[in-house]
Structures are given as C-alpha cells and as structure tokens.
C-alpha cells in the first residue's frame, strides 16, 4: 500500500511517480507524459502544463480555461488505448477517460490527446476528439 498514491492511477507513490516529472524530469512515454499531466490538474501545477504543451499552443494557452478545467474535482482516470508514443516514437496518441465533479453531478472528460516530441521531449500536441457526458455509472 502506498501511503501517498499518484493521482494518475498508476498504483505507484506520488514521489515514484508523477513527481518525477514535475520536478524536472522528462517522461519517456506519451502516456506518462498525458498520465503526469493529468496528475498536474490536480495539483493545480500550471506550469507544467504550460511547459509540457507544444510551442506553438503555449504562447496562446486560455488561462481563463485552464483555470476552470483546474477548478474541477478530477475523480479518475482511465487510459482507454495508447498508440505510438513509445520510447523509440515521435509522435502517439492516447485515448483516455478522466471522471470529473461538475455542479454535484459526475461526469466524463473523454479524450483522444496526440503529442509530438519536441528537441527530444514529450509535449501536448492536440486533441482529436472530445467528449463530456454524464457518468453512466
Ligand atoms: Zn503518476
């Protein structure tokens, strides 16, 4: 049991975890990469998020969005599908479901995010498609 378990889900500790990359690291896979993101919305680490978005997003980042994405009570997440994005890999996609808190109601983010490695770091590309519903369950 882990006395501090990463929010990403991984069943690791925080420190073992996400924290890594938070303080410097550079994640070696796409889904690390979208995992410690994730993690970074949580803990309200807006610039991670900034440093881990592609060049071309950073300078026009909504903060007014950013912001009320990190106003969210994040509740859970679940990697669907993960293609590319490897250590050998420029670029990935990952298809993930994350549980938010909205107005006392339970719902789902629904994400296909792509990233690209830039000068040889894992970033935030775009996203291919996004979903929000109410939680089935
Ligand atoms: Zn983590």
Redesign the pocket.
Known sequence: MSDHP???A?G?D?QA??AVWHLGGSAPTAEALM??RY?AFIRKDVPYLIRTSHPLLRAKVDVRQLRQSLSLEWCGLVVVAVAGGGPDDLAGEVHFRARFRHAGKEQVHEERSRFVRVDGEWVYRDDRGTLNRAASA
Do not use: A, G, H
């Open positions: 990463c929010p990403c991984s690791l925080y975890c996400c995992r410690s993690c």
